[in-house]
């Protein structure tokens, strides 16, 4: 594969899912899973369910997305890699490693991109306990989200729920871009896959990752600051790079200041 060549090619997991999946970049440099890059052999894939991807009738769960990125890596004889994780991706990378102790090993840096440890708070807490750990929603929270994604104004819930996730400056052609590629995904299967992942505390996880690992996250995200410094301080370690107000620190960072993320991202692996 030459610098500027891009493979495009499926992946089929242990249960039949075609996995659709990019690889750009020279083969023979380090494999970064899963962002855009010049210097690097990157792979790009999507969740069963998501974009190109098969869609299946079950499998919506974490641990069953670890199990397809796990059958990836394999498939695909990836090692040296990074993996970079953004929101529920995060939990797909804790999942995998605290599943796959063997694949693992294939792995020797990881990048997490905004998301908090344990997104629900148990009943009981303090508003302070799960605000240090961003557990922003109440049990019932994803319950309510995902009837919103099942009704008729599901397109307005999702709409609604995606602008928060961005500051006010992004565009709206960049936002309907956005709405677009999720609707890819059936608002049944989406809405399966939120009350499942929401559900997840991977706290007990963290201190076991015992590899370089940058943790980023956004002062005007929705996932708390506190909740990021919390998984950098949990995780042997691990750097914490927070982007401001003013660096356009949003869930979606990357997409409002891709130039700032991709040099965060490449310093951490230099």
């Not at 009981?124 to 099942?150: F, M, Q, Y």
Request: negative net charge; proline residues 3%.
């Amino acid at each position: 594969m030459t610098y500027n060549d891009t493979n495009r090619g499926t992946i089929k997991t242990w249960d039949g899912v075609q996995l659709q999946y990019t690889q750009s970049g020279p083969s023979s440099s380090p494999t970064l899973l899963f962002i855009s890059g010049t210097n690097y052999h990157v792979t790009t894939y999507d969740h069963r369910g998501h974009g190109d991807s098969d869609t299946s009738t079950d499998g919506y769960r974490v641990v069953r997305l670890a199990s397809d990125l796990n059958d990836l890596i394999n498939g695909l004889d990836l090692k040296d890699v990074t993996l970079v994780g953004h929101s529920m991706g995060c939990s797909v990378i804790w999942a995998y490693w605290s599943l796959f102790t063997d694949s693992r090993l294939k792995v020797n840096k990881v990048v997490l991109v905004d998301q908090a440890a344990g997104m629900t708070a148990e009943p009981g807490w303090s508003e302070e306990c799960a605000n240090s750990i961003s557990a922003i929603w109440k049990p019932s929270t994803a319950h309510d989200v995902a009837a919103g994604l099942r009704s008729p104004a599901s397109l307005d819930v999702l709409t609604g729920i995606l602008r928060s996730m961005f500051t006010s400056a992004i565009s709206e052609e960049d936002l309907q871009w956005v709405l677009q590629q999720n609707l890819e995904m059936r608002s049944e299967d989406a809405a399966t896959l939120l009350i499942e992942h929401a559900s997840n505390d991977w706290r007990d996880v963290l201190p076991t990752i015992n590899i370089p690992t940058l943790v980023i996250g956004g002062d005007k995200s929705l996932i708390t600051t506190e909740g990021t410094r919390f998984i950098g301080r949990e995780i042997p370690n691990a750097k914490v790079r927070i982007f401001t107000e003013a660096e356009k620190g949003s869930h979606f960072m990357y997409w409002e200041n891709p130039e700032l993320f991709n040099k965060v991202v490449e310093e951490f692996l230099q």
